[in-house]
T-cell receptor, first 113, second 116 residues
Framework: AQSVTQLDSQVPVFEEAPVELRCNYS??????LFWYVQYPNQGLQLLLK??????LVKGINGFEAEFNKSQTSFHLRKPSVHISDTAEYFC???????????FGTGTRLQVFP | NAGVTQTPKFQVLKTGQSMTLQCAQD?????MYWYRQDPGMGLRLIYY???????DKGEVPNGYNVSRLNKREFSLRLESAAPSQTSVYFC???????????????FGEGSRLTVL
């Protein structure tokens, strides 16, 4: 079965600084990968996804992620964060055997002025 | 544009009480899901319904029951609440039964349940 690891539970960063949120998944022949964002007191919404094709995928709000098959990683990046990016970010991987999405434990991004 | 609507948003129960969380979606989606979110554990799937008339267990089904009332509505019932069920519950829906196909879930705003 698939699993996903988000190494950082919290990432503090100053406004306009770059940020990287790390995500690693267990090895599989092929996977689909996703990042979801949860703003305070809201449900999750899809930020971006990788199904196939280009390994660099762009999402909403200036975020992007790179699929690295050899390192089994799907790190999320943004070159310059805003206060409004403060939220919890979840990496997810599709388990093709069970046809379910497996979520990581989340990374709380805190942007300071 | 309601999307996925959950009720109630907050509930406090005593151990042993029962309650039902309601979920409705207006996007004509086929599949619906119930997750629970606990600190440090991410989201865990409780039950899901791939299509109207079907339900299946997820990762943590014990202590819960579900009903897919029609295509729009999917309810989660706690028959005898326990403190371990204190959590935030999210309902979600997707267009297609196969999550691996689209990967896009649409979430409600959550229901915060406390069991004393």
């Amino acid at each position: 079965a698939q699993s996903v690891t988000q190494l950082d539970s919290q990432v503090p960063v100053f406004e306009e600084a770059p940020v990287e949120l790390r995500c690693n998944y267990s090895s599989s022949v092929s996977v689909y990968l996703f990042w979801y964002v949860q703003y305070p007191n809201q449900g999750l919404q899809l930020l971006l996804k990788y199904l196939s094709g280009s390994t660099l995928v762009k999402g909403i709000n200036g975020f992007e992620a790179e699929f690295n098959k050899s390192q089994t990683s799907f790190h999320l990046r943004k070159p310059s964060v805003h206060i409004s990016d403060t939220a919890e970010y979840f990496c997810a991987v599709s388990d093709l055997d069970t046809d379910k999405l497996i979520f990581g434990t989340g990374t709380r991004l805190q942007v300071f002025p | 544009n309601a999307g996925v609507t959950q009720t109630p948003k907050f509930q406090v129960l005593k151990t042993g009480q029962s309650m039902t969380l309601q979920c409705a979606q207006d996007m004509n989606h086929n599949s619906m899901y119930w997750y629970r979110q606990d600190p440090g554990m991410g989201l865990r799937l409780i039950y899901y319904s791939a299509s109207e008339g079907t339900t299946d267990k997820g990762e943590v089904p014990n202590g819960y029951n579900v009903s897919r009332l029609n295509k729009r509505e999917f309810s989660l019932r706690l028959e005898s609440a326990a403190p371990s069920q204190t959590s935030v519950y999210f309902c979600a829906s997707s267009l297609k039964p196969g999550l691996a196909t689209t990967g896009e879930l649409f979430f409600g705003e959550g229901s915060r349940l406390t069991v004393l």
